[in-house]
């Protein structure tokens, strides 16, 4: 046993394990894990390899709980509102400045108003109006701006639900993966009770020493703690997922099923295509182009004059003189052309060019990414067959071996405990090996916009 302690320090409390299969495996009738194992005339039987079924009411809880966080979700609810903010902005903009109505009354011989109207052919009272007026182009080059600008928000808005939603289904493949396993230690915890009592027979029978019995003793208490740890992460997952839906977190716990493994039908290239087209971060940094596009045609514009256009009425002494009209038109000349307008449009091809960049990073980035998430999809496809036709039949066979010729004194402890270990790990490992493929698919539902699932991931 010391040996063993000094090679595989992370995995003494498996010790145990050991131990308790190779005294109840003739009796128990369901072992830990995806294991089980029937009484027999001398040898045990190990069950069959995990089958993965679909499980329609985990799809469906999963499905009520996206349904709820697009609903709920505060940061999907403000990135909403910004965005309905953001599609009031291009009418504003591209519409004409507010009229200016003026009053006007001279006086001769007085300042109070009014005093002297007919005293003097000077006096007179007048009423105009005056507006503004944009070179052509550049309201309509606004909005357009605007336009842009909201579809830019728009695009943050989608990432924001896209985020929000992986971010819980990660969140719930994650609770699914510690909940099984925490099933497979807590029912460890049921045979290491029985492994006590069998230690301390073996060791009053004089077959057993008394350093198992204490050993079986210091492996329950690891066990116990390995229980409280996986609790204490289960209650982070719980908080996380309620954070995410907007739940109080005094609120009834989450409830888990286990998840099939969800098929991929789609070849890297079409993940691709769609993630060209539907990507929320790569449409929001094509807007952005287009936006400064705009941003340059309408620094071009301002080297152009505004207008302005006023019409006023004026009246002196009714009864000797008639009233007088007036048309004005003004012109707003950009003359510091040097330091106001070809600095503005240095500054709006520099921003265009610097746009164009960020989209080619952000393009180069999200393809990456559903690089990166397809072939951890596929590989850990490969790797779950290779466990249930390879490594999970093997490893059991050679514990089954093991435990008959254990039961028979023709294995050491060690041998047996080897063996045993590995049918363990690779049980383990399988479960996260499925957890880490369920999230890698989520995340290409939030690249891609496409539903593997099911569950309405595009809307």
């Known amino acids: 046993m010391s040996a063993l302690h000094s090679e595989k320090p992370q995995s ?3 010790v145990v394990r050991i131990l308790c299969f190779s005294v109840l495996l003739g009796f128990f009738g369901q072992t830990p894990g995806a294991f089980g194992q029937e009484q027999t005339s001398g040898s045990a039987q190990v069950a069959s390899l995990p089958q993965q079924q679909p499980h329609s009411e985990a799809v469906a809880l999963l499905q009520d709980l996206l349904t709820e966080a697009e609903q709920n979700n505060p940061q999907i609810q403000a990135a909403r509102q910004g965005w309905q903010a953001a599609k009031q902005v291009p ?3 591209s ?8 009053l006007q009354q001279v006086n001769v011989g007085s300042p109070r108003p009014f005093a002297g109207y007919t005293n003097s052919d000077f006096a007179y009272i007048g009423l105009g109006v005056s507006q503004d007026f944009p070179y052509p182009g550049k309201l309509r080059l606004k909005g357009e701006i605007a336009k842009r600008d909201a579809d830019v928000v728009q695009q943050q808005y989608e990432a924001v639900r896209r985020s929000v939603l992986a971010g819980v289904k990660s969140a719930y493949f994650q609770l699914a993966y510690l909940s099984k396993t925490l099933g497979i230690l807590e029912s460890d915890g049921e045979l290491l009770e029985q492994v006590e009592k069998a230690a301390d027979a073996r060791y009053r029978s004089g077959m057993g020493n008394q350093h198992d019995l204490l050993q079986t003793q210091v492996e329950r208490t690891k066990l116990l703690r390995e229980i409280t740890m996986h609790h204490l992460d289960v209650a982070k997952v719980q908080a996380q997922i309620k954070q995410l839906l907007n739940r109080a977190q005094s609120s009834p716990d989450i409830e888990s099923f286990e998840l099939p493994e969800t098929p991929l039908p789609y070849a890297f290239e079409e993940l691709l295509s769609a993630t060209k087209a539907e990507n929320p971060e790569i449409s929001g940094a094509e807007k952005m182009v287009e936006r400064q596009k705009l941003q340059v045609d309408l620094a071009h514009k301002d ?4 207008f302005n256009v006023q019409y006023m009425w004026q009246r002196t002494d009714p009864t000797q003189s008639r009233a007088y009209y007036m048309l004005t038109v003004g012109v707003r000349v950009p003359i510091y052309r040097g330091r106001k307008q070809r600095p503005e449009l240095a500054q709006a091809e520099a921003e265009l060019n610097r746009s164009r960049s960020e989209s080619e990073v952000q393009a180069q980035q999200v393809a990456f990414e ?3 998430e397809y072939e951890t999809a596929q590989k850990t496809a490969e790797l779950l067959k290779i466990y249930r036709d390879g490594l999970l039949p093997e490893a059991r066979a050679g514990f089954q ?8 004194n023709r294995q050491d402890f060690q041998a047996l405990l080897a063996s045993f270990l590995d049918v363990l790990h690779l049980d383990e490992e399988y479960w996260k090996s499925i957890a880490e493929r369920e999230t890698a698919v989520a995340r290409l539902e939030q690249l891609t916009g496409l539903s593997l699932r099911g569950e309405g991931a595009k809307r």
Do not use: K, M
């Open 95 to 102: 519409t004409l400045p507010d009229p200016q109505f003026n």
């Open 91 to 93: 009418s504003q903009v």
């Open 370 to 372: 559903v690089r990166s």
């Open 401 to 408: 071996a093991g435990i008959a010729a254990y039961q028979n």
């Open 12 to 14: 003494e409390f498996l």
């Open 303 to 306: 080297f152009y004059p505004d």
